[in-house]
């Protein structure tokens, strides 16, 4: 199959070579990608680069999906119980899929997606797995226990298959197959099973499978077990598979010797192989990365991805499905198909896999003074180890420089690391970015660090903190701006008490040359009066709050009186004993506001205390009050009504007094 490729000499390099590279740590490229796919399985995937599709088959949903380069599906073929193994023509003019449960083999037009024939393989064949080689389409077939190879021939005038082609090699199930366009005569099997674990390499240069390299656990031999996956190199003198271990070893295919490993993890269970001899090796293992890149020549691996969860409520993350991995014909990138404890899989683009992805860090001082010298340090670490010189681009933001300035480049030293010092003109938050911008082995990485740069306190006030004023008065309140940088502007805020009035701007501008800025507030509340100055590079933010204090507006009219008159200076109602007295009082309204009603009555010389009570104001802000009761003549008596903070139902406005009524009964 084209989707699994390695130079022999390539593959014997891996053993020999004597290059030791630092391990690589989890990346991925900024336009790597993932989308999840509507499927309830993940069987296999081949990817066609003439029309830029990517075909994966769906074995329990008995569907075949085509998507284009991203993931979006673009075709869906339904009714394929049990699709499986997929394989490609040499033009990319037709697909192959394997349908167990219809015992047959279909094509597919890949430009169309539509299907175009049905092979039957034999009733109970059950056929899995697909490779094309010496002009011929490959199937692993099996059931009850046993697993073995056919043909189909479509060279001909009618379709021939041939089964039982390799009886004796002892496969439990249906064995996984492998081939690759660079040695179109060589077919290698793998079975996916414990039971039966076994490899076996065939020349079908005849057009029959004849076995030449056989693997087979047994009695002194070592256990094989499960083959989950297998790929040939472009040449064909090396298999690698992907079976339970640390890692994925390494066949020469002329006697079936292991001859070497990639170092991956525990569950291996994927392995596609680039035309170059890039091998990706992808594991189902939960705790260790999810896919590992291997550039020609080396048994480090230059990329490790740990794959995040498709799924954000679910902790943890993907892991490589069974031969889910696939590369972009005589591309750069590679597909992985990846599933997550809830059953869903996807499609991920990896569009660097065989670079190095550098890590970086970068790390400042918490705090500095502005004006003085810092030092920034980092690091930048790669599988790949860059050479000294390597250049770093620094940039510098701050409130100056928002958008950023270039401190231009840095040299990375041989170890790695890096250090420049720098003196900031301004204070607040400055950030250092240091960037590198890749190569052609090498990913891009930057990093950052922040330093709380130190400013000056300006000073700053308000006046008329503690004021009280008549309801209603336009109060002008002026800010005062001590020394700063460059930044003259002050804005006065307004919080008027109670929740159904939001705080406002009344005023923002420049101070005059005397540093002050004045507005004007109407003075319906008691109110927080702030001055905001939002700072600039020499000099910190600062404000200053005033709070002054509104009255209410309040009156009071008496009705029912029979005349008025003077006793001294002082007006008085005259009531006959027999007449309730009504009090109207006016009073500025909120709501549940009430107003206190006070009454006093003068004996020998003094004013007395004769009681008080709370009234509900209206809507309209009035409350009418009848006094009633027995009343007794010839006392000279008076009333007024109060706003009392708090105690009047609100703290909006301050206590505030109306004027005294005077009033006397008479018979």
């Not at 000499?9 to 391990?23: E, N």
């Amino acid at each position: 199959m084209p989707r699994r490729t390695l130079t022999a000499a390539t593959a014997l390099a891996v053993l020999f070579s004597s290059a030791a590279l630092m391990a690589g740590t989890a990346g991925s490229a900024a336009a790597d990608s993932s989308k999840v796919l509507p499927v309830k399985s993940a069987g296999d995937i081949v990817v066609d680069g003439v029309h830029q599709k990517i075909f994966i088959s769906d074995p329990y949903g008995g569907t075949l999906i085509a998507t284009d380069y991203s993931g979006a599906v673009l075709a869906t073929l339904t009714g394929l119980t049990g699709v499986d193994g997929l394989a490609l023509s040499a033009d990319s003019g037709q697909l192959y899929a394997a349908v167990p449960g219809d015992d047959s083999i279909v094509s597919v037009e890949t430009q169309t997606v539509t299907r175009t024939a049905r092979y039957a393989t034999g009733d109970g064949t059950d056929p899995e797995h697909l490779a094309l080689a010496g002009g011929k389409i490959w199937f692993g077939y099996g059931s009850n226990d046993h697993g073995d190879i056919g043909s189909l021939d479509l060279s001909g005038a009618e379709p021939v298959v041939t089964l039982g082609q390799d009886p004796e090699t002892g496969y439990a199930v249906a064995p996984k197959l492998a081939s690759t366009p660079g040695a179109p005569n060589v077919l290698a099997a793998g079975s996916p099973d414990y039971n039966g674990s076994s490899l076996g390499v065939y020349d079908v240069s005849t057009g029959t499978a004849n076995r030449t390299a056989q693997y087979s656990s047994g009695p002194g031999v070592p256990w094989l077990g499960i083959t989950s996956d297998l790929a040939l190199t472009p040449d064909g003198s090396g298999l690698v598979t992907a079976n339970p271990g640390d890692h994925h070893r390494l066949w020469r295919t002329s006697d079936l010797t292991d001859v070497g490993s990639y170092p991956s993890a525990y569950h291996p269970d994927a392995v596609a192989i680039a035309p170059d001899g890039t091998v990706a090796a992808g594991t189902s293992s939960p705790y260790d990365p999810d896919l590992y890149v291997f550039t020609p020549g080396t048994t480090t691996a230059v990329r490790q991805y740990d794959l995040p969860d498709t799924d954000d409520s679910i902790s943890g993350g993907d892991e490589v499905v069974p031969g889910g991995l696939a590369w972009e014909p005589g591309g750069s990138r590679l597909f992985a198909v990846t599933s997550n404890s809830k059953g869903d899989r996807a499609l991920r683009v990896l569009t660097d896999p065989t670079k190095s992805a550098p890590t970086m860090t970068v790390t400042a001082p918490a705090s500095a003074p502005r004006a003085k010298s810092l030092t920034v340090k980092g690091t930048l670490k790669a599988t790949l180890p860059l050479p000294a010189g390597t250049p770093l681009t620094v940039t510098r933001t701050d409130m100056e420089s928002p958008s950023g300035k270039s401190l231009g480049t840095k040299a990375l030293a041989a170890n790695g690391a890096f250090s420049f010092t720098d003196t900031p003109p301004a204070g607040g938050k400055v950030t250092y970015k240091v960037s590198y911008a890749g190569d052609a082995t090498h990913t891009t990485a930057s990093a950052s660090a922040s330093v709380a740069v130190s400013r000056a306190t300006p000073s700053l006030t308000l006046n008329h903190n503690g004021a009280l004023y008549s309801y209603g008065s336009d109060v002008s309140f002026t800010a005062h701006l001590g020394t700063t940088y460059k930044n003259r502007t002050v804005e006065i805020w307004a919080d008027p008490f109670g929740t159904d009035k939001p705080k406002k701007l009344v005023k923002r501008g420049t101070v005059n040359s005397k540093g002050n800025l004045s507005a004007t507030v109407d003075m319906t509340r008691d109110t927080t009066v702030t001055a905001v100055f939002a700072g600039d590079a020499r000099y910190a933010s600062k404000t200053a709050k005033s709070v002054a204090y509104a009255k209410v507006k309040v009156s009071t009219s008496v009705a029912k009186q029979y005349k008025t008159a003077k006793i001294g200076s002082t007006s008085y109602a005259y009531f006959h004993k027999k007449t309730d007295p009504v009090f109207t009082t006016t009073m500025t309204y909120y709501k549940g506001r009430s107003q206190k009603l006070s009454l006093e009555i003068y004996y020998q010389g003094k004013w007395y205390d004769a009681g008080w009570e709370y009234f509900k104001l209206g809507t309209s802000g009035k409350s009418v009050v009848t006094l009633g009761g027995t009343h007794d003549t010839g006392y000279r008596m008076r009333m007024r009504s109060s706003y009392v903070n708090n105690s009047s139902g609100d703290n909006v406005n301050s206590t505030t007094h109306g004027a005294w009524k005077y009033f006397i009964f008479t018979k």
